[in-house]
């Protein structure tokens, strides 16, 4: 009994942080302040938001051409190019120079050392500096519902994407810009993507669509 209370307690917090974290996010639009990479960084994400799992779910394979929209301080990014090896690259894109240049020091330790196929770029999700059909994949982690007009990032993946490239969008719920799946697979078939599909649950999910030329 004393559990279920426990249990009954988190979930009615959780929505009430819901909630309130919602409408302050509706009237507010700001990219994450560098200071939280601290959390973003951390094991609790990594145990929240396993990056093998964002990896598997989102189709990033060895000799991949892979861009991340929002890699923050390079959480996702580093296991990313890890997979993709040598033969492979990673595009870090980013709004904030603070947050790529954390992915910079990281690739100055000793232990990433082998890491040499992540460039890092500084632009909007809105003008994505590369031509027509440069990714194999594009992809991005609690990103998507943070750019004020999540379409029209959408349709700029949608061009640098290869025939039959894929776009992954992750979210997990203790998120602030946290979405329902339905709302991310609804926005993807809006941007033009097919072949909709789903992993994980409604705590921590991937949904990802494929570009089709037939748009």
């Not at 100055?108 to 890491?115: L, Q, Y």
């Not at 999700?125 to 059909?133: K, V």
């Not at 990032?153 to 640098?160: Q, T, W």
């Not at 941007?191 to 669509?209: E, M, P, Q």
């Amino acid at each position: 009994m004393i559990i279920l209370k426990v249990l009954l307690w988190i979930v009615v917090v959780l929505l009430i942080y819901r909630i309130l974290i919602g409408i302050v996010r509706k009237l507010l639009h700001f990219p994450a302040p560098g200071f939280i990479s601290i959390f973003l960084d951390s094991r609790i994400r990594g145990w929240m938001q396993p990056p093998k799992d964002i990896i598997k779910f989102s189709g990033i394979q060895r000799g991949g051409k892979i861009l991340e929209i929002g890699s923050g301080s390079g959480f996702f990014t580093l296991p990313s190019a890890r997979v993709v090896g040598q033969t492979g690259e990673i595009a870090a894109l980013d709004v904030q120079q603070d947050m790529l240049d954390k992915i910079t020091i990281k690739l100055e330790k000793a232990e990433n050392k082998d890491i040499r196929n992540i460039r890092v770029v500084k632009a909007s999700a809105y003008e994505i500096p590369y031509p027509a059909e440069s990714f194999d994949v594009v992809f991005t982690v609690s990103v998507l519902q943070e750019i004020p007009k999540p379409h029209d990032a959408l349709l700029e993946a949608y061009r640098v994407l290869k025939k039959d490239g894929i776009m992954s969008v992750s979210e997990f719920i203790p998120d602030p810009d946290w979405a329902l799946p339905g709302t991310v697979e609804k926005q993807l078939m809006a941007a033009g993507f097919k072949s909709i599909k789903r992993y994980g649950n409604l705590f921590r999910y991937t949904i990802t669509g494929v570009k089709n030329d037939t748009k």
